[in-house]
């Protein structure tokens, strides 16, 4: 089990994938053909629902299907796990996202956070981007976890577990090139001088990332590389003394 610390959330919500509930589920996923066998097939794409889900304000069941265009909400202790096209999602408990439409209806260009936490996959592609109260980030082919703290003033967290993520808050940039997990506070106030500043790794696991990968036919970066590196949020798989996490290096 890789290392993770928690803040405001607890030990279970990162340890679904251990449930023989998911194993079943994603392994008669994968039978069934994944994405393309459940588009071929007519079939609904969630993977597992656990306690209250809502699609566009009506009650989900496990047989349903998630669309571009849909505003889904979760309630307090359930969970969602669906998959759009080449990309794979996981909605924590007390969640509230939608996800616009890309270039076919299977196809997300936009998912906007609005409270709440979601851990996702995404294939390779262009013109696609998550969007909280406090960020925007440009995705690419890479693995990414996203929280609201609605606490915080809809402070975001926001992690690119590996892969090339462009992060924007208000004025401030960062392109950011991750090979194991590079964080970020995305600030509804300037914080030294910045709304976007450095964190540390939280709230999610490398399973969690592995498992959603693997429900889309993907590999994170560390199973690629066949080693993980210090997770301690900058993104990288040494520690080299005197490197600085990007966010710190960002021309104001």
């Known amino acids: 089990m890789s290392q993770h610390a928690l803040l405001g959330r607890t030990e279970d919500e990162l340890l679904w994938f251990r449930r023989r509930s998911f194993l079943q589920a994603a392994a008669a996923w994968?039978?069934?053909?994944?994405?393309?066998?459940?588009?071929?097939?007519?079939r609904g794409n969630i993977v597992q629902l656990t306690g209250d889900a809502t699609r566009n304000g009506a009650r989900l069941d496990p047989g349903s299907t998630v669309q571009t265009g849909d505003q889904i909400s979760t309630g307090p202790g359930s969970m969602l796990i669906f998959v759009l096209g080449n990309s794979a999602f996981h909605v924590r408990q007390n969640s509230t996202l939608s996800v616009a439409r890309g270039s076919s209806l299977n196809t997300v260009s936009l998912l906007r956070l609005l409270t709440g936490a979601v851990v996702s996959v995404w294939g390779k592609g262009s013109n696609r981007r998550i969007e909280t109260p406090t960020i925007t980030a440009g995705?690419?082919?890479?693995?990414v976890y996203t929280e609201v703290f609605p606490e915080q003033d809809k402070r975001t967290y926001f992690c690119n577990c590996y892969g090339v993520v462009d992060m924007q808050a208000g004025s401030n940039y960062v392109k950011s090139v991750?090979?194991?997990?590079?964080?970020?506070?995305?600030?509804?106030?300037?914080?030294?001088?910045?709304?976007?500043?450095?964190?540390n790794a939280i709230n999610h696991t490398d399973e969690e990332l592995e498992f959603l990968a693997q429900l889309t036919g993907q590999k994170t970066a560390w199973q690629v590389m066949g080693r993980r590196g210090i997770k301690d949020g900058k993104g990288y798989m040494e520690d080299v003394p005197g490197r600085k996490h990007p966010a710190e290096e960002m021309v104001l």
């Open 178 to 199: 991750s090979d194991y997990h590079q964080s970020f506070w995305g600030e509804p106030e300037p914080k030294n001088g910045r709304l976007l500043n450095p964190a």
């Open 30 to 42: 994968t039978a069934m053909g994944g994405a393309l066998g459940a588009h071929a097939q007519a």
């Open 139 to 143: 995705i690419r082919g890479t693995g």
